[in-house]
Structures are given as structure tokens and as C-alpha cells.
């Protein structure tokens, strides 16, 4: 179902103890609330939830870990862990997904299983998927998919089979996107499975560093450090998964959030944007946009149009 505004935590907690008493679990819910004021939401017990903004910025908090979002990424958090919401600025639209008991598992296992066995065996025992809890950027499909209950407006919450075919193949986008970083975790320089996944534990801790903290020019020493790693260990770490350096990832994600600034109406001077997102200078936020885009940023701004930022060269 889709709310629009955020339910009180006493109240939502005992219908959540209730549901369990019954051995019914979490509902999947999805809460589009334009804040007023702001917003603090703390030690939520909760199912996989997906945490995005279509305007604005909030921040989530997961084993004591603290994260910024912003409109162009999201963040997972597992079933069964505490969160913490925190929206500071009011204005702010949030679009959260909470899937439903087990709805996770049930998707992992009916795409990652043969047809033939899910013939024989369509009501097998689910498996468990742990999602890797970080900042993920909204490419494309997400972005259109994640706008598809506003889209559809009273029709989402009357027909359930309507919502749960979104919810399914919200599911199997981001399993989409879980198997990709499996992929990169097996391209780690590491034997053990386990000794990969903590690595990339330690290398999405400082993705997320980067993502919250990318205009106040973060150095490889801090990075490094947020990842618990030597720096030049954490250098060659990240460039074996991500296939790029530290630098040039928050070059590309300055300049991304960039082009986001230059899509509101009305428009922002272009020496502020520079400043916002990190840039030295205008000049130098002019060259390297014009490099990466092949458009000065007055004229990326004129157009009015952000949605095909990720197939530029940043």
C-alpha cells in the first residue's frame, strides 16, 4: 500500500508485534511523505527496506553506521535490522520500499532456480539473501521503476496484484544488482569467499563515505581509513573492484551530482554548483563537465535534461 504520510512508531510498532503474534510478519508498504518539519525515526525494526528521496536528502543509520542520501541513490537495509531516519531539511519527498515477510528470499530463489526444479518444486524452503547494505547509485531502470506507484496513483493501492507485481520486479531489479557485486567479489585478489565479503564490506563503508562527504574533498588517508585498510592496500582493493581509482569515482559522482543542480528549476548560477559539489573553481568545474560531457554546463543546463548523465565519459 502506498502512504503519504510517515505512521507514529508506538502505534506502528504494536501492529508489527501484533502481525507476528499472528504469525503474519511485515506488511510491504511503500511511503511517499513530503516532509514539513523534520523528521527523527529511531531504532526501527523493520524488514528489507529501501530508503530514496525524489527531492531532498535524508539520512539512514544501520549498526550504528550513519549514511547520506541523496535523490540519485538509495540504500538497502536487511530484514530484521534497526534503523534510524533522520530528514533535516523540511521539502524533503521521501519514497521508501518495505517489502514484505520473506518476499526477498522467495525472488531470489524463483530467479536463481531452474525451471524445471521449480516445476517439481514450486513451494520450496526460501534463501536467505543478505543484501550489501550501502549507497547504491539510481541508474535508469530503478529511477523509472521507483516512479511507477506515483505514476500510477489510486490504482496502486486498490489493486494488490498491481502492487505486488511492482514490488516483484522492484525485487528482481535489485537482485539484478546484487549478483553484479557477487561478480566483483569474485574478481577480488582473495581465496576465501568470506575474506572477499569482508573486503567489500570495508570498500562499500568507504563508497558510502564518498557519497555522504564527496564536496568536502576527502583524501585517500580518510578514505583508507573509514575502510579499514592500509592505504595502499585500499587503493588496489578499489580499483580491482570498482575498475577505477578513488578519485576518479568522486570526480564522476561530483560531477553527476552536478548535473542533477543543473536540472532544477529555477536554475542555480554555475559558480554555485562548483561550490556545492567540491570544485576548486567555476573554471575548473567548466572543464572537466565539458570533458566528461562534451557540453558547457550553461548549455547542459538550457536543455533541462539530466536522465542520460551516466552515458557521458566522467
Not at 528489507?48 to 543509520?61: D, I
Not at 534503523?83 to 519527498?93: F, I, K, Q, R, S
Not at 576465501?192 to 555522504?212: F, G, M
Request: hydrophobic residues 40%; proline residues 5%; positive net charge.
Amino acid at each position: 500500500m502506498l502512504r503519504t504520510q510517515f505512521p507514529d512508531i508506538s502505534e506502528l510498532k504494536r501492529n508489527i508485534a501484533l502481525r507476528f503474534a499472528e504469525g503474519r510478519g511485515w506488511p510491504s508498504v511503500v511511503l511517499n511523505v513530503q516532509t514539513t518539519g523534520t523528521v527523527h525515526r529511531p531504532d526501527i525494526v523493520g524488514p528489507l527496506t529501501l530508503f530514496s528521496n525524489r527531492r531532498g536528502g535524508s539520512a539512514v543509520a544501520v549498526h550504528g553506521r550513519r549514511v547520506q542520501l541523496e535523490a540519485d541513490g538509495y540504500f538497502l537495509s536487511n530484514q530484521g535490522e534497526a534503523y534510524t531516519l533522520d530528514v533535516a531539511a523540511p521539502g524533503t519527498e521521501t519514497l521508501n520500499v518495505h517489502f514484505g515477510q520473506q518476499l526477498a528470499e522467495t525472488a531470489w530463489r524463483d530467479l536463481s532456480t531452474a525451471d524445471q526444479r521449480l516445476l517439481d518444486d514450486p513451494f520450496g524452503p526460501a534463501e536467505q539473501v543478505c543484501f550489501f547494505g550501502r549507497v547504491y547509485e539510481k541508474d535508469p531502470v530503478t529511477a523509472a521503476l521507483l516512479d511507477e506507484p506515483l505514476h500510477q496513483g489510486e490504482a496502486f493501492n486498490h489493486h494488490a496484484t498491481l502492487r505486488e507485481e511492482w514490488l516483484l520486479r522492484l525485487l528482481a531489479r535489485l537482485l539484478h544488482t546484487q549478483r553484479a557485486a557477487f561478480r566483483r567479489l569474485e574478481a577480488l585478489p582473495a581465496v576465501k569467499a568470506a575474506t572477499r565479503q569482508e573486503v567489500y564490506r570495508r570498500l562499500s563503508y568507504s563508497l558510502d563515505y564518498l557519497h555522504s562527504y564527496y564536496a568536502a574533498n576527502p583524501s585517500l588517508d580518510e578514505l583508507a581509513q573509514v575502510a579499514c585498510l592500509s592505504k595502499f592496500h585500499y587503493l588496489r582493493l578499489f580499483r580491482a573492484v570498482y575498475g577505477q581509482t578513488p578519485y576518479h569515482y568522486l570526480r564522476r559522482l561530483r560531477l553527476q551530482k552536478a548535473a542533477g543542480l543543473l536540472g532544477q528549476r529555477p536554475p542555480l548560477p554555475v559558480a554555485a554548483i562548483a561550490e556545492l559539489v567540491g570544485f576548486e573553481s567555476s573554471s575548473a568545474f567548466c572543464r572537466a563537465f565539458h570533458a566528461a560531457t562534451g557540453a558547457w554546463p550553461q548549455a547542459f543546463q538550457q536543455q533541462g535534461t539530466i536522465s542520460n548523465f551516466g552515458q557521458y565519459k566522467a
